[in-house]
């Protein structure tokens, strides 16, 4: 969830691009990239409606409910007071643009990310073409430290003569994840064995699907992107980061999170 709704910002942040005429030839690509994330940190605490980016520090839904179905699985049920927290608490630890190779790199941490909220869901789970009863109620309370995104592109040309991204290459890290969820239909014991079972699952999860990021990345995420700047320079990706940052600075977002 956090995942996805990360990416998207990033998409919406990267549909309004457009070329512009304004010479910021003085500012090299990878400041741009710089400026241009420091000024996320700064305006996603207030969102920016003429960009349709949403309030996403903190990230809260108050109610959704949701009706899943798929073959034996069934899944009625809702979230409610969803608060997620820390997405602009970034830190870019070190971030930099070759002009001569025309790859950039760059490692880029979220200290803590916090979720907390409550679910609600009943119906059938399909196991191995076996429908099982669920029924959870359960508050969340769960949080990641140190989420870290190490990785590396370089600049090829599109079709139409404008940028596209090759040898993609990303790798990121939880150093641990913290989970305090509580399900009121389960006891002590049974919350406890949830909780240690979801902490190792994400861990493990987290290094099995290490290799498989670059493959879904390439399949869902660089397609769009390349789409959005084959029709543009460097210069003109430059600028676009450099006129998107103080579009947001001069926002003027004074909400401290
Ligand atoms: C969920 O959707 C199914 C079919 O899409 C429908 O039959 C069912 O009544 C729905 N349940 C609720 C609680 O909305
Ligand atoms: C969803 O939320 C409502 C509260 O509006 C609650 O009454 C309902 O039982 C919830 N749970 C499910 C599984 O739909
Ligand atoms: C980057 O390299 C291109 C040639 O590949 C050159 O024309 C351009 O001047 C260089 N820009 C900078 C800022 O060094």
Redesign the pocket.
Known sequence: MIAKSFILVLLVAAASATPVTQDNSMIGYSDAVGMFLQAWQKIIPCGFAAENLPVLAPFTVD?Q?FNYSNGNTNL???V?NIRISGLNNFQILSGGYDNSTQRAHFDVIFPQLQILGAY???GTFAVGGLPLPVRQNVLLNKKLIDWRFVGEYKFAESNSNGLRISDFDLKYFVADVQSDHWDKYLDVAANNFVNNFIESFSMLFTEEIQPYVNTLFSMFVLPTINDLISELDLTQLTNYFVMQAEMWNNAGCAVQV
């Open positions: 109610f409910a009625v049920g809702n409610s609600e869901l009943e």
